[in-house]
């Protein structure tokens, strides 16, 4: 490191503070709910090569790595043409991005009369057109079902709105005025990350601050290859499958301080929307890998030492006319668990077992009270993976959520026609283990006025979160509607545009995350205590665990003598 170690502190926490104001900026000037309260959001900052320097501390980690894209495409196309007052808009999972609700804003920096950084902002917007209210859709066979498609392209060009794109994207898409909304905040954001880039070159000089952004990212490199020597060299496979039945197969191979994730043998892309692209699965690899390597700061160097083979075609890398609205719940998701899965084989003290699954729902219709058109997004949280150290977290948003927050009941109910009836854990949804995994979530609403279109995104009904070293998969997911004669149905997560009439009950039920390790080694104490709590049931209590509790008193003691007997009953049974 050449530049003194103050000098290098200030910089780099400077430029994760441009972030954070870009964040807050969105946060505080945006329309939907699911910015300003769910905070679905990821900002970042660039190099004058497009390469990564930082990202927020508030932000959607599922964002992480994927805006790189972005810089990329706009680089790569519109490299030379590049002026001050420019701004790019995306939502092109194709091209750099997740999937179409996703929508990022990029804006290149100059200084001194060149091209001296950029940054970017991306926001789910509840709706980007399509057949359904909130333009996800599991029967999608192709993505022009899922809402409209805008490759990079500028929004403004130095300084003018291109008012003829503008009005396009905003006659495709349900109550624009509230996604101008959100559009014209994350160019605020923008603006303002432009303004703090440009006043720390003025601070310190261009010179300086270049030699800082390089050692950034070549410390990071450095720590990275340091964290990956500390796994045990090898190749290590693990296979995972969606709940059609589709396999996302990955083959890691740790070098001495390198890793190639080769995805080779991964099931060809879906004629549903389950499939993902590649900056999505490439997202998913490096969320993993933070969640294992948390210390080391996040931006480009990171990503040097990672060789990623997303062969074309597959569900890992799919290629247009592919829907991907379900990428999310599916792929991700069993990308985050094929890396998991090969490094328990590998450091398995240090892995976790696989978290609950995603659940989003859009919740659409016309509000009778006013007459006008609404979209509601809606995720549910669930239980994380046991380590071999520690339970599982329950009531978390997903692992690529962090960042995000739980948007609280009463923004729905004052913004939409409905109300929630239960939110609460849900009761022997963790996987069993010497550690247990968390409890997933469960929830009730009901539609107080008219009637909504429900579509779901979510998975892991046939293929529950699973457990490692012993321990048990976590219970599976469902979605279920109580009909006004109390008639239920199961809609399941792939339900596209159900009817929900007024007085009827939808319910979420999301699951835990696995266990780890032999349930019967479990403590016999904590096995009480959940219990007590109402998270466990003393059937179960029994049944998996070998723990014997009944009432005395008013409260649930254990019978430590019936446990034992039991216990060495079931082992004596095993094979």
């Not at 946060?27 to 769910?38: H, L, Q």
């Not at 993976?385 to 997903?398: M, T």
């Not at 976590?474 to 109390?486: I, M």
């Amino acid at each position: 490191m050449n530049t003194d170690p103050i000098t290098f502190a200030l910089i780099e926490s400077a430029l994760k503070g441009i972030v954070d104001e870009m964040n807050v900026t969105l946060f505080r000037s945006a329309y939907s709910p699911v910015i300003t309260e769910g905070r679905d959001i990821g900002g970042a900052v660039f190099n004058r090569r497009g390469e990564l320097l930082a990202q927020g501390s508030s932000d959607l980690a599922v964002f992480v790595g994927m805006l790189e894209y972005f810089t990329r495409a706009v680089t790569t196309e519109f490299g030379d043409t590049l002026q001050p007052g420019d701004v790019f808009i995306n939502n092109d999972p194709f091209a750099a991005g997740t999937h179409f609700n996703d929508v990022g804003v990029l804006k290149p920096v100059f200084f001194g009369g060149e091209l001296a950084g950029f940054v970017a902002i991306v926001g789910h917007w509840p709706d980007v057109g399509g057949a359904e209210p909130g333009s996800f859709a599991s029967d999608a066979r192709d993505y022009h079902k899922e809402g409209l498609r805008i490759p990079p392209a500028r929004l403004y060009r130095g300084n003018e709105l291109n008012k003829g794109l503008y009005d396009v994207i905003f006659a495709n898409v349900r109550i624009p005025e509230e996604r101008e909304g959100d559009v014209r905040a994350q160019v605020g954001a923008v603006n303002v990350g432009e303004r703090r880039l440009k006043e720390l070159f003025d601070r310190y000089g261009t010179g300086i601050v270049f030699e800082v952004m390089d050692e950034m990212i070549a410390h990071s490199e450095k720590l990275m290859r340091a964290a990956i020597r500390t796994v045990p060299a090898g190749s290590y496979e693990w296979t995972d499958t969606i709940d059609n039945g589709h396999r996302v197969h990955l083959r890691l191979t740790v070098a001495e301080e390198s890793l190639s994730l080769d995805f080779h043998g991964s099931d060809p892309q879906s004629d549903t929307s389950a499939n993902s692209t590649a900056s999505a699965t490439a997202s998913a690899v490096y969320v993993t890998l933070k969640s294992l390597f948390p210390e080391i700061p996040m931006n480009h160097g990171c990503f040097i030492p990672i060789e990623l083979i997303m062969p074309e075609g597959t569900v890992v890398n799919a290629r247009p006319p592919a829907a991907i609205s379900m990428m999310a719940a599916t792929v991700y998701e069993r990308v985050i668990g094929v890396v998991l899965g090969a490094l328990s084989q590998a450091i398995p003290d240090r892995i976790a077992a696989c978290p609950y699954g995603l659940i989003n729902l859009t919740i659409g219709g016309t509000d009778p009270r006013n007459g006008r058109e609404y979209v509601a997004y809606l995720f549910s949280e669930g239980g994380f993976g046991a380590s071999s150290w520690e339970d599982g977290s329950s009531g978390l948003v997903s692992l690529y959520g962090g960042g995000a927050r739980i948007t609280p009941v009463e923004v729905f109910e004052r913004r939409y026609p409905m109300r929630f009836l239960e939110w609460t854990f849900r009761q022997d949804s963790e996987g069993a283990g010497r550690f247990r995994g968390g409890f997933g979530a469960r929830k009730t609403f009901t539609i107080t006025r008219g009637s909504a279109r429900v579509t779901a995104l979510g998975d892991r009904e046939s293929h529950p979160p699973f457990g490692v070293q012993g321990g048990e998969s976590a219970a599976p997911q469902g979605l279920h509607l109580v009909r006004s004669n109390g008639d239920e149905e199961n809609l399941t997560l792939k339900a596209v545009g159900r009817v929900v009439g007024e007085g009827e009950r939808v319910i979420i039920l999301g699951s835990g995350g696995g266990g780890y390790g032999d349930p019967l080694d479990r403590d016999p104490e904590l096995v009480l205590a959940d219990v007590r709590d109402e998270l466990l049931s003393v059937d179960r209590a029994r049944k998996v665990y070998g723990v014997v509790v009944a009432l005395e008193g008013g409260q649930y003691a254990l019978d430590r003598g019936a446990t034992e007997r039991l216990r060495a009953e079931r082992r004596e049974d095993r094979p």
